[in-house]
């Protein structure tokens, strides 16, 4: 099928919203709608993902109707590798607290550049930490866990 495909990069990216955008209608599916004079919870995010429906199955269209044919689709291990530590911060901030998976995502996200050393990422996880720290805790005031539930039942 993919031989089909002239354009597989607009392609997966067009999957993406798409895939998104479904995922997206069907949790927003229990809010209330509401009207256009009294708008419920569940108005943005339902016309946000109805454009992301549409703009997604557009390009993907379009990459099934283009004539010209795109270099074939490599994947970027480094961008990978931000997007893993990006989503295992997500995971990992409510069993284990913001500071243990603010340095998860610090050391996984500095195997994306091969010129920083070990000395360089332990710089970047005590600087970014401190800071990190500082400014949505202390400036911000926002009500983060510094350790989770998981390391502080031991």
């Given at each position: 099928m993919l031989k089909r495909i002239h354009n597989q990069r607009d392609f997966l990216a067009?999957?993406?919203f798409t895939g998104i955008g479904l995922i997206s209608l069907y949790e927003t599916s229990g809010l209330q709608f509401g009207t256009l004079s009294?708008?419920?919870p569940?108005?943005?995010?339902f016309i946000l993902a109805l454009v992301s429906v549409a703009f997604g199955g557009a390009i993907v269209i379009?990459?099934?109707?283009s004539a010209?044919?795109?270099?074939?689709?490599?994947?970027?291990w480094r961008a990978m590798t931000i997007a893993v530590a990006a989503i295992l911060f997500?995971?990992?901030?409510?069993?284990?607290?913001?500071?243990?998976?603010l340095i998860a995502l610090i050391v996984i996200s500095s195997f994306a550049d091969p010129s920083l050393t070990w000395i360089d990422t332990i710089k970047l996880v005590v600087g970014l930490s401190v800071g990190s720290v500082i400014v949505f805790v202390y400036l911000l005031k926002q009500p983060i866990e510094l350790f989770g539930p998981?390391?502080?039942a031991f």
């Open positions: 067009g999957a993406m009294n708008i419920g569940g108005f943005f995010p379009r990459s099934l109707a010209e044919r795109s270099e074939p689709l490599s994947i970027s997500g995971v990992l901030i409510d069993p284990l607290g913001f500071i243990p998976a998981f390391l502080t």
